[in-house]
């Protein structure tokens, strides 16, 4: 099953200051951190913020050729987490046909965003990041969610609603 999540922001990891995209079920308060790359980041930061670069970027020239073919990206879905490492995919249709494309997730949130489309967690990878979240040496889970709740939106970066 698929759980439907909201950029809730972006944040520093205190500990390692690698940024992390914090995802929000939009029925309850769970949530999901992926730690990024900067560059992956910066790509989202520049959309939530609706800054508009003066030449495409790599995931601006990926929606423009998706547009191009005439595919519509239906959703992504963050499929799995497998020895901390997230997995994704990005689910488009072209002439009727759906097309599974694989991706990192910051990639698929990225070009989530740029094309509006939802963005799904599927459950067991939220039940394993809560598993998991003892075991990494990284501040995950638990420790980020209570971390997490007295930081304001200024905090995380402007709330996508």
């Not at 730690?35 to 495409?56: D, Q």
């Not at 689910?91 to 997730?105: C, F, L, Q, V, Y």
């Amino acid at each position: 099953m698929e759980v439907e999540m909201r950029i809730r922001g972006l944040m520093l990891d205190p500990t390692t200051n690698m940024p992390i995209i914090v995802l929000k079920d939009v029925n309850s308060e769970a949530v999901l951190p992926i730690w990024v790359g900067v560059f992956e980041a910066n790509a989202i930061a520049l959309e939530i913020e609706k800054v508009s670069p003066p030449r495409p970027m790599t995931h601006d020239l990926l929606k423009n050729t998706i547009n191009g073919l005439g595919a519509k990206v239906e959703r992504v879905v963050v499929t799995e987490l497998r020895n901390d490492t997230f997995y994704a995919s990005i689910w488009a249709t072209r002439n009727g046909e759906p097309i599974m494309i694989d991706s990192r997730p910051s990639d698929a949130i990225a070009l989530a965003m740029r094309m509006d489309c939802p963005i799904y967690v599927d459950e067991t990878v939220l039940q394993s990041s809560r598993l998991a979240s003892g075991t990494t040496g990284r501040i995950t889970g638990e420790d980020l969610r209570r971390w997490m709740e007295g930081l304001s939106d200024d905090d995380l970066g402007r709330n996508r609603t």
